[in-house]
């Protein structure tokens, strides 16, 4: 009995060896699975914990140095200027978009304020002033993904509006994670502007 078994595995073992390298021969072998970073979830976005430790969301704040929404065709740095001093932010925006310094930093609740110059004009000489562009065709349920220096922040759209020149204030909730975008065409202005809310998706690897 025992040399009946004995044959039968050798036997088996032949078998398997043949067909595998019959399907090697015919490149009929199933691939690697390789990990998307850009697909790696660093946070859950439901209890807001993070494997970088319990406490690093309320401890570690990020400021944010790059936005973008594939599906306008936007993607700016930002800058974080410490002062809001009116001359020193309209100089900050000829960089690209800016985090007006008294909204929320990524990684807690709040509101991540961006403001962005945005111009249709025929002849644009500085490309600055199209740092916003298009951001009013953004859709509900779109992403926008802010970036620091270590990780992607997404956001899903859900709403677009025009703030009329009379608007003094927009709403920036407190409580959960929020973005809002902005046109500007100067802080000391007063004009009509678009402006775009999005709640908090998570947090992923920056590719």
Avoid: W
Avoid at 13 to 25: D, M, P, Y
Avoid at 95 to 108: E, I, K, Q
């Amino acid at each position: 009995m025992a040399q009946r078994r004995f044959s039968f595995a050798l036997t088996f073992l032949a078998l398997f060896a043949l067909t595998f390298a019959f399907l090697g021969f015919a490149d009929a072998l199933p691939n690697a699975v390789t990990r998307d970073p850009s697909q790696e979830v660093l946070g859950s976005p439901v209890s807001g914990q993070d494997p970088r430790g319990p406490d690093y969301l309320a401890q570690n704040p990020e400021s944010p140095i790059r936005v973008v929404a594939k599906t306008v065709g936007l993607d700016a740095t930002v800058g974080n200027p410490d002062t809001t001093d009116v001359a020193a932010l309209d100089k900050a925006l000829e960089d690209g978009a800016v985090r007006y310094p008294t909204s929320a930093l990524l990684n807690v609740d709040g509101t991540v304020l961006l403001f962005g110059h945005s111009s249709y004009l025929p002849v644009v000489y500085h490309q600055y002033y199209k740092t916003f562009n298009g951001i009013q065709k953004l859709k509900t349920g779109e992403t926008i993904s802010v970036y620091s220096g270590t990780a992607e922040y997404r956001y899903s759209v859900t709403g677009v509006r025009v703030a009329n020149a009379e608007e003094e204030n927009i709403e920036l909730p407190a409580s959960g994670k929020h973005l809002v975008l902005v046109t500007c065409d100067s802080f000391a202005s007063k004009s009509s502007r678009y402006v775009v809310h999005a709640d908090f998706v998570g947090v992923f690897a920056a590719n």
